[in-house]
């Protein structure tokens, strides 16, 4: 009988402490409902930025290899034309700024006397400005990520903040600054805040890298463009 007591005490003992280690969705369930929506809106926010970065990661590293084999291409074949059809030009970024320059270097020797000079300043500003395009477009989902690392942690600290206020009211409810009246309650803020960190953390770093990929590969079309406005360049010498 007294091993029986003692057993039925310590049962008692353990479910009145509760869960002995962490439990993420008994913390989400037991939350306020302000504090829920945080996590549900913070939880699609880490959702998004891993979907981004996945995604970049697969479009970076395809654009780098589609636009070396068709630099490649370009400077191995003769017929230019032949290197800018339209099935290039829609999925390779350097075709687009080959196709820039080309077509202004045309509009240019149309007619006759050729101001060569303008033709020059016109062929490099086409290029500059289509690779300024193809930097901004692959760079645009990228604000998110920038948006999301610095917004996320103080999002968390606002579901932290309430549900730490919901504890102080639950202490005048009860009448008792217990351990176990105020405990449930800062642990459902404090996971708000995890939640907001474990959003923010991935996305500043992958915003960071990604950043220093765009900028990389605009230097890289930017090389590309003055190697074909060299080009062009020594064709007006000709023409």
């Known amino acids: 009988m007294p091993i029986d007591l003692m057993s039925a005490?310590?049962?008692?003992?353990?479910?009145?402490l509760g869960p002995a280690r962490l439990d993420p969705?008994?913390?989400?369930?037991?939350?306020?409902?302000?504090?829920?929506?945080?996590?549900?809106?913070?939880?699609?926010?880490s959702i998004w930025t891993w979907t981004i970065i996945v995604a970049f990661t697969l479009r970076i590293g395809?654009?780098?290899?589609?636009?070396?084999?068709?630099?490649?291409d370009f400077w191995d074949t003769k017929d230019r034309e032949a290197a800018l059809s339209k099935k290039m030009r829609g999925t390779v970024p350097s075709a687009r700024v080959a196709g820039a320059g080309l077509d202004e270097w045309k509009r240019s020797t149309a007619k006759t006397p050729i101001d060569r000079d303008a033709a020059r300043q016109r062929i490099g500003a086409a290029m500059e400005s289509q690779v300024?395009?193809?930097?901004?477009?692959?760079?645009?989902?990228?604000?998110?990520?920038?948006?999301?690392g610095s917004v996320a942690p103080f999002v968390g600290l606002f579901g932290t903040v309430w549900g730490?206020?919901?504890?102080?009211?639950?202490?005048g409810a009860q009448q008792s600054?217990?351990?176990?009246?105020?405990?449930?309650?800062?642990?459902?803020?404090?996971?708000?805040?995890?939640?907001?960190?474990?959003?923010?953390?991935?996305?500043?770093?992958?915003?960071?890298?990604?950043?220093?990929?765009?900028?990389q590969y605009e230097a890289r079309l930017q090389r590309f463009a003055d190697k074909?406005?060299?080009g062009l360049s020594r064709e007006l010498d000709r023409a």
């Open 9 to 16: 005490a310590a049962v008692q003992t353990a479910s009145t």
């Open 25 to 45: 969705i008994e913390l989400f369930l037991a939350a306020d409902i302000v504090v829920q929506a945080v996590m549900v809106g913070l939880i699609l926010a």
């Open 62 to 72: 395809g654009l780098n290899g589609k636009s070396r084999a068709y630099e490649s």
């Open 132 to 148: 300024a395009a193809e930097a901004d477009e692959l760079a645009g989902r990228l604000n998110f990520l920038a948006t999301t």
């Open 164 to 171: 730490i206020m919901n504890s102080f009211f639950q202490i």
């Open 177 to 215: 600054a217990s351990l176990a009246v105020v405990a449930p309650g800062i642990a459902e803020a404090l996971f708000a805040t995890a939640i907001g960190l474990f959003a923010a953390i991935p996305a500043v770093i992958a915003y960071n890298r990604f950043s220093h990929a765009v900028n």
């Open 228 to 230: 074909v406005n060299a």
